[in-house]
């Protein structure tokens, strides 16, 4: 599939799968050895397709908006950082090298959560999730599994 704003998205393994142009993002952790870097500028993505579906309207939303508000959502992802690694350097220790776009969603637009690399981080992963009216936390590898009732829509 071609996405008129990432470009070309593999189905695999329950996800749609490519790259998007975001390059705060990936100007950030620049001193991390990642053996999985994406290509310069851009960060992974995958977006939640679970029964093989297409891109729903509120993962449409939440990929309009990341594109579009890429310094904001930046801010808002590492202010939940700064006070967990405090004796980190965020700018270049610290670095997200894919983002989810969930099947959760709320008021029209699906949750985003950002994988988070760094050295002094936990082996098993960190995320930040964020979302423009439901707010912005951290969490484990699988954070938003921790959404509740009233941060989706059914």
Do not use: K, N
Not at 15 to 28: E, T
């Amino acid at each position: 599939m071609v996405h008129p704003r990432l470009g070309r998205l593999t189905l695999t393994d329950g996800s749609w799968h490519g790259f998007a142009a975001l390059p705060l993002f990936a100007a950030r952790g620049q001193e991390l050895d990642w053996h999985d870097r994406p290509p310069p500028g851009t960060v992974a993505v995958s977006i939640d397709a679970y029964d093989r579906s297409p891109i729903s309207p509120q993962q449409e939303g939440a990929i309009a908006g990341l594109l579009d508000r890429e310094a904001a959502i930046l801010a808002a992802v590492w202010a939940e950082l700064a006070p967990e690694f405090p004796s980190s350097d965020l700018v270049t220790e610290v670095g997200c090298f894919e983002v989810e776009v969930s099947s959760a969603h709320l008021g029209g637009v699906a949750w985003l959560a950002f994988s988070i690399e760094g050295d002094a981080l936990t082996e098993h992963g960190f995320q930040v999730a964020y979302h423009p009216t439901g707010g912005t936390f951290w969490g484990d590898w699988e954070a938003l599994s921790g959404l509740e009732a009233h941060q989706i829509d059914e």
